[in-house]
């Protein structure tokens, strides 16, 4: 068979085998707690599992190996930021958030506060995260089907994107959490195992000598790079130590990353679906196993690329911003452009990480589309008196409107790295979401206009100076072309917003006048570290 009847092949049967699991995980849904929540019925281990199925995006598979394949020692900064940030989820957020919670994030925070202002605020902060996050998963699937097909049309790219966004509301809509649960955890195993797999191939190539590895990666850096020394590929700078902005946006991206896992919806609801506060915290722990055995097996990829691609083939990568070097590596280890083994390890890794695009935008389109039923439908519109049948069919309908959002913004972002998307949402993330959080969690006094200010400050503030900068306008890379309004220099703008968010947030607490609510907050309280009543509803 050629390599386009292998990757066709590969394709289908990862999308039977999540469709297979949607359909399967419909029938066992009976209610909102088993469509929002899985049931609660997740040991550690499986959301453990989930959580790295989840997490381990596009971003990370395809994008952070391509960015230390062009940029050396700066892209594996995105791993450190990403594997560092589980720390900040497992000591301030896991346990408490999971007791305190029922569906959603909201559900945290209002339950000491006015319902109406605190649950629109974080359904619409949600909703914005989830749509950036989406933007990622889009742009990767898009390049991922314009290699193995062999094409450059446009059209045929803008066409794979509208099939991922349609695949990730069937499986919302039929499957909720139950079904995109088990998808994560499929995906988590295939990814894992694929990445070992290629992992183990590099090395082989040079004798299982990392340093061999690094050495030929900087030599062929050195001999791209006009004159460049080689030995900067492996030194901190290639991307952001140039000029004092580079350093900034350096300190403003890594502040980001290690913040914004805290404040990620898609990430947040998973604690709620296991049955105690032990199991929130084991599958934290987990998951980071999982995820820092992933995040150095990155660095081999990004190295192994760096190494094995030349002339036209390092040219893809970086004409695809990088987010092709995972795939076109697997290709060279496997025999080359031409042998049935390059063929096929392309075609398995990719399928690989169109099973990672499918598990992900299901998660984020589920946690988006809850967030608008559960938050802004029954307790805003409805006032809680709207049944879970309604609500369920609210969210469906969510899921519908979303996707088509994320779709149409991707299909203008295409040429921008996946992991600097994500890192964007992380940055939104870290702005609106974390501050509210933090605050309701640890601050006795905080109240609702905090909540409310710190949570549209950080996600107007940072929207809009990522709305100002070189990422939409003004640049090479920048998503409109022809046009230049950016102010703002830096492309990350974690460093203005998040103080910003939790700034705001404490001058909306002290400047109110609403009544002290200390009663509801050490219920709260005793709530997060107990987890007593967490199975009752929060609306009150």
Not at 128 to 147: K, N, R
Not at 357 to 373: D, M, N
Not at 512 to 529: I, K, M, N, W
Request: aromatic fraction near 10%; proline fraction near 2%; glycine fraction near 12%.
């Amino acid at each position: 068979m050629d390599h386009q009847a292998i990757t066709a092949i590969l394709f289908l049967s990862v999308v039977a085998i999540t469709l297979g699991i949607t359909v399967w995980a419909s029938r066992q849904t009976q209610g909102a707690a088993d469509f929002y929540a899985g049931g609660r019925g997740f040991s550690g281990v499986q959301n453990g599992l989930a959580i790295g199925g989840d997490y381990m995006s596009a971003a990370s598979f395809l994008g952070i190996s391509g960015a230390i394949a062009i940029n050396g020692y700066d892209g594996f900064l995105y791993s450190i930021g990403f594997l560092v940030a589980w720390l900040v989820a497992l000591l301030l957020v896991a346990e408490m958030l999971r007791n305190s919670g029922r569906y959603t994030m909201a559900d945290q925070l209002a339950y000491r506060m006015k319902q109406r202002p605190v649950r629109m605020a974080a359904a619409t902060s949600t909703v914005v995260v989830s749509i950036f996050y989406l933007l990622a998963q889009m742009v990767g699937a898009g390049a991922l089907v314009a290699l193995l097909l062999g094409v450059d049309d446009q059209w045929l790219k803008n066409l794979t994107i509208l099939g991922v966004g349609a695949l990730m509301i069937v499986y919302v809509t039929f499957g909720g959490m139950k079904g995109t649960t088990w998808v994560q955890i499929v995906k988590a195993v295939l990814l894992m195992a694929g990445s070992a797999l290629i992992v183990v191939l590099v090395l082989a190539e040079f004798g299982f000598n990392l340093s061999e590895l690094l050495g030929t990666a900087a030599g062929n850096y050195g001999d791209r790079a006009d004159g460049n020394v080689a030995a900067a590929f492996l030194e901190p700078g290639l991307q952001y130590g140039a000029d004092t902005t580079s350093k900034i946006n350096f300190l403003s991206l890594g502040l980001a990353l290690v913040l914004g896992t805290a404040g990620l919806p898609h990430i947040l609801i998973r604690f709620y679906t296991v049955p105690t506060s032990r199991d929130a915290r084991k599958s934290v722990l987990w998951a980071i196993v999982l995820i820092g055995i992933f995040y150095l097996f990155t660095l081999v990829l990004g190295f192994g690329a760096a190494a094995l691609l030349t002339g036209d083939k390092f040219a893809e990568v970086t004409a695809s911003g990088g987010n092709l070097a995972s795939p076109l590596l697997a290709e060279a280890v496997g025999g080359g452009e031409g042998s049935a083994g390059g063929a096929i390890l392309l075609a398995f890794i990719a399928a690989v990480a169109f099973a990672t695009i499918l598990a992900v935008v299901a998660g984020l389109t589920l946690a988006s589309s809850t967030s608008v039923a559960h938050d802004i439908y029954n307790s805003v519109i409805r006032k809680g008196a709207a049944s879970e049948t309604q609500e369920i069919k609210m969210t469906r309908i969510a899921a519908v409107v979303i996707g088509a959002i994320a779709i149409g913004l991707a299909i203008p972002a295409q040429q921008l790295n996946i992991a600097f998307l994500v890192a964007l949402a992380f940055a939104v993330a870290a702005s609106a979401n974390l501050p509210a959080i933090v605050y309701n969690m640890f601050w006795k006094r905080f109240n609702t206009r905090g909540a409310v200010w710190s949570i549209y400050g950080g996600l107007i503030s940072c929207v809009g100076l990522v709305f100002f900068s070189p990422t939409v306008s003004g640049s090479e890379t920048a998503l409109v072309t022809g046009a230049d309004w950016a102010w703002f220099p830096l492309s990350n703008p974690g460093i203005v917003s998040i103080p910003l968010g939790f700034f705001l947030g404490w001058l909306g607490t002290i400047t109110s006048r609403e009544p002290s609510a200390e009663q509801r907050y050490t219920e709260l309280e005793v709530r997060a570290l107990t987890g007593a009543g967490s199975e009752k509803a929060v609306i009150h």
